[in-house]
């Protein structure tokens, strides 16, 4: 609650500071005009010096890294009490054992997408014989047998079909009429997160090599996307409770209280990123909505709020900072003894799927799994396997800067071999 409110009273008084509301009515001129610049929204060059991210992850560690848990002394809890990393909340999670046995899919001996050499079989015919199941999976239009599949990895050409089959998107006509009424009120109003939006994205995927191409689209799902009171929905179900701002006037009176934005989710830097692997799959901007909304809800909200969920970002922090403990424990006190804690430098690869990070094919090889398991604790192993495979340099470094240094650059890594040897050969 207290983080949820600190974001909040960051959003206002940004209102305050630059006089500005948190919402109001677009004069019909620029409607019009936005109308016409929809599809190039990219081109405006609007002031957003003043417009600052409201957090970026690094401020969501600090929250994480004083979080405890009053109903535990940590005393109490053998397992916890040898726990050196930075995150305090003694959670239960997994062990190599167990996620062996939890991505059994991911074994030497099975085949896989994204593997060149696999030993026991030629790639090319694994390939071949893998792109018939999956056109087999997409004929049957069975969820359950996609998800399935998709733990090997997707054929490139059937990835946006199976995706949408897991996901149960089938932009029917209401769907799409449904989109066109957020485009609706994205023309009508003028929220302050369109602002912050628009920041973000010029700073983040704007200065991408990948995803640059895709600047109109993300402004259009990001901007419909403030607008979804459905997104309020998924809160139900999780613990957290959307931010609520108070009509001017009314502070504190509950029946006063909107949700601001109208989806409950302000965007921290590094949110549209969440979006922009997703456009080279999809290029009809209705259908790319829906996709996004949906892995939004089922994954990505959970990686920026707090629960005890085994996919939840804390769950992730401690399983990455065990496994490291447990398995590289010479590596994990030596980063520690330098002041380069390891999840100051896996945490925002974590917060954001490693999404701008890896370079794309390996991303989606990766968010393959992430649909295929319906979890995120894949990306704690990914982070930890990074960290295994760079260890050999990691030793030497002597700062935090210059452990940054050595995993500055993930590009050319490889995301299945580095998961199935960390997995199965160490």
């Given at each position: 609650g207290s983080w949820e409110k600190r974001i909040l009273k960051s959003l206002n008084s940004m209102c305050a500071e630059l006089s500005i509301p948190l919402a109001q009515k677009r004069p019909v001129s620029e409607q019009k005009?936005?109308?016409?610049?929809?599809?190039?929204?990219?081109?405006?060059?609007?002031?957003?010096?003043?417009?600052?991210?409201?957090?970026?992850?690094?401020?969501?560690?600090?929250?994480?890294m004083n979080l405890r848990n009053p109903n535990y002394e940590n005393g109490e809890q053998p397992s916890f009490?040898?726990?050196?990393?930075?995150?305090?909340?003694?959670?239960?999670?997994?062990?190599?054992?167990?996620?062996?046995?939890?991505f059994s899919e991911l074994g030497l001996n099975i085949g896989q997408l994204g593997i060149d050499d696999s030993a026991q079989v030629p790639p090319e015919f694994f390939e071949n014989e893998h792109v018939r199941v999956g056109q087999k999976v997409l004929a049957e239009q069975d969820s359950a047998a996609a998800q399935q599949y998709v733990r090997q990895g997707c054929p490139t050409a059937l990835r946006a079909d199976l995706w949408a089959l897991i996901l149960n998107i089938s932009n029917q006509a209401e769907d799409i009429l449904y989109y066109e009424q957020l485009k609706s009120n994205v023309i009508q109003h003028d929220l302050l997160v369109d602002s912050l939006i628009y920041k973000d994205v010029k700073l983040t995927a704007s200065n991408d090599d990948y995803y640059f191409v895709f600047e109109d689209y993300l402004y259009q799902v990001?901007?419909?996307?403030?607008?979804?009171?459905?997104?309020?929905?998924?809160?139900?179900?999780?613990?957290?409770?959307?931010?609520?701002?108070?009509?001017?006037?009314k502070l504190g009176m509950e029946e006063y209280a909107v949700f601001y934005p109208p989806n409950g989710v302000i965007p921290f830097h590094g949110f549209s990123m969440y979006v922009a692997p997703l456009c080279f799959l999809y290029h009809e901007p209705s259908k790319l909505y829906q996709i996004f909304r949906e892995m939004y809800v089922r994954f990505f909200f959970r990686l920026h709020s707090i629960s005890s969920h085994p996919s939840g970002i804390v769950s992730l922090c401690l399983l990455f900072e065990t496994?490291?403990?447990?398995?590289?424990?010479?590596?994990?006190?030596h980063l520690r003894e330098i002041g380069a804690q390891p999840l100051r430098i896996s945490f925002k690869w974590m917060v954001r799927a490693f999404s701008g990070y890896l370079a794309t094919d390996q991303l989606l090889l990766l968010w393959d799994r992430i649909l295929g398991y319906n979890s995120l604790e894949i990306l704690a192993v990914l982070a930890a396997a990074v960290f295994a495979f760079r260890a050999v340099n990691l030793m030497e470094v002597t700062s935090l800067a210059a452990a940054e240094a050595v995993l500055a650059d993930l590009s050319t890594l490889k995301v299945m071999p580095l998961l199935q040897i960390f997995l199965f050969a160490t």
């Amino acid at each position: 609650g207290s983080w949820e409110k600190r974001i909040l009273k960051s959003l206002n008084s940004m209102c305050a500071e630059l006089s500005i509301p948190l919402a109001q009515k677009r004069p019909v001129s620029e409607q019009k005009e936005l109308l016409n610049k929809w599809n190039e929204m990219g081109t405006d060059e609007p002031d957003l010096s003043l417009f600052r991210p409201v957090y970026a992850p690094k401020d969501f560690l600090e929250v994480l890294m004083n979080l405890r848990n009053p109903n535990y002394e940590n005393g109490e809890q053998p397992s916890f009490r040898n726990h050196l990393g930075l995150i305090q909340v003694p959670l239960k999670v997994k062990d190599i054992p167990e996620l062996k046995e939890d991505f059994s899919e991911l074994g030497l001996n099975i085949g896989q997408l994204g593997i060149d050499d696999s030993a026991q079989v030629p790639p090319e015919f694994f390939e071949n014989e893998h792109v018939r199941v999956g056109q087999k999976v997409l004929a049957e239009q069975d969820s359950a047998a996609a998800q399935q599949y998709v733990r090997q990895g997707c054929p490139t050409a059937l990835r946006a079909d199976l995706w949408a089959l897991i996901l149960n998107i089938s932009n029917q006509a209401e769907d799409i009429l449904y989109y066109e009424q957020l485009k609706s009120n994205v023309i009508q109003h003028d929220l302050l997160v369109d602002s912050l939006i628009y920041k973000d994205v010029k700073l983040t995927a704007s200065n991408d090599d990948y995803y640059f191409v895709f600047e109109d689209y993300l402004y259009q799902v990001l901007l419909c996307f403030s607008r979804d009171t459905s997104v309020l929905e998924h809160f139900t179900y999780s613990s957290a409770t959307p931010p609520k701002s108070y009509i001017r006037g009314k502070l504190g009176m509950e029946e006063y209280a909107v949700f601001y934005p109208p989806n409950g989710v302000i965007p921290f830097h590094g949110f549209s990123m969440y979006v922009a692997p997703l456009c080279f799959l999809y290029h009809e901007p209705s259908k790319l909505y829906q996709i996004f909304r949906e892995m939004y809800v089922r994954f990505f909200f959970r990686l920026h709020s707090i629960s005890s969920h085994p996919s939840g970002i804390v769950s992730l922090c401690l399983l990455f900072e065990t496994l490291l403990q447990t398995h590289l424990p010479q590596l994990f006190y030596h980063l520690r003894e330098i002041g380069a804690q390891p999840l100051r430098i896996s945490f925002k690869w974590m917060v954001r799927a490693f999404s701008g990070y890896l370079a794309t094919d390996q991303l989606l090889l990766l968010w393959d799994r992430i649909l295929g398991y319906n979890s995120l604790e894949i990306l704690a192993v990914l982070a930890a396997a990074v960290f295994a495979f760079r260890a050999v340099n990691l030793m030497e470094v002597t700062s935090l800067a210059a452990a940054e240094a050595v995993l500055a650059d993930l590009s050319t890594l490889k995301v299945m071999p580095l998961l199935q040897i960390f997995l199965f050969a160490t």
